[in-house]
């Protein structure tokens, strides 16, 4: 025995050096979604359903029915908009898309865990809309920890609607390891 606790696993590697720089190499380069998406009744009741609300919220009255209104947070937890789950290669086993796993960071086989968001809320987001993503990636942290070395990048993200209407702002830390 070498000192070490039984079923435990030796520290990895981290990523390697190439995937770092090209990580690197993405810092400071904004991306716009391929396409918005768009807000259906379906997709709002079904979010709203997902995190055990009653009802999807209603906006205030305009000149007709009430507007229907995602909840806040919808449009953050949409990580990947795209349809690949059709296609079978969708799911890593972090859960993430084998094609979109982080805007402009491809990653390849490395592994992926969300480090902490915040969020600025600034306008409703309605059935109806097309909402579009920015997102930017700030900053690139290494670390060091019992598992081995990691990154942690920061990604700052700016959802719009089709008249460029700042929604809800994102400052989102994901670790790369």
């Not at 979604?33 to 009653?54: C, F, H, K, N, P």
């Not at 949409?78 to 990653?107: C, I, K, Q, T, Y």
């Amino acid at each position: 025995m070498t000192g070490t606790t039984p079923g435990a696993s030796a520290p990895t590697a981290g990523p390697d050096e190439a995937l770092v720089r090209s990580i690197e190499a993405a810092v400071g380069v904004t991306h716009v979604g391929s396409r918005g998406l768009q807000i259906t009744e379906r997709l709002v009741r079904r979010y709203a359903r997902a995190i055990g609300a009653d009802a999807p919220f209603a906006g205030a009255r305009s000149n007709g029915p009430r507007a229907l209104v995602a909840p806040p947070t919808m449009l953050t937890a949409m990580m990947n908009w795209s349809d690949e789950e059709n296609d079978g290669s969708f799911a890593r086993d972090d859960g993430f898309s084998f094609h979109d796993d982080l805007p402009g960071v491809h990653l390849g086989k490395v592994r992926i865990m969300g480090g902490g968001e915040k969020t600025r809320f600034l306008r409703s987001v309605k059935v109806g809309m097309t909402v579009w993503r920015r997102s930017t990636l700030r900053a690139v942290r290494h670390k060091a920890g019992s598992a081995g070395r990691f990154l942690l990048l920061t990604f700052d993200t700016a959802y719009v609607d089709d008249n460029d209407n700042l929604l809800l702002t994102s400052t989102k830390t994901v670790i790369v390891r």
